[in-house]
């Protein structure tokens, strides 16, 4: 009886635990400014500023960087990831929209016409996951 009512205690926590993914940015050129991650969780949100799922931000550190998103629910994420430099909170971008400023992705590449596809940068994330980025 009271391993059937452990039980009944416990589910419901183990239903909605939390995931944290731990992020390594690897090739960071400078210990300036800070590492920012975007975290996206549909196609129609992907690289829009205003519909983040979540984000992080590290002090920068030449050659790797840390980050931690704690409190992701089990779904499907897409990573922004960029290294401001100058620490002005943004990514600079030329006249045409091209990034100033370093810029890499859970998964695809940039292209040479853009970035990639949400659906070329998303993973599923059912329990603590750790992912490598290069800048």
Known sequence: MRVFLLILLVAPLTMFSQ???LVHVHNVQSDYGHV?????NS???FLSFEDVYTTGTE??????VELQIEDLPSGEYALAVFHDENGNGKLD???LGI???KV???KGKMKTFGPPKY???KFRVTSDYEIDISL
């Open 59 to 64: 002090d920068a550190n030449k050659g790797l």
């Open 119 to 121: 659906k070329e940068c």
């Open 99 to 101: 990034p100033k400023e």
């Open 93 to 95: 971008t030329n006249w």
């Open 104 to 106: 890499a992705f859970s």
């Open 36 to 40: 920012n991650v975007a975290v996206y």
């Open 19 to 21: 995931n944290t993914i």
């Open 43 to 45: 196609d129609e949100t």
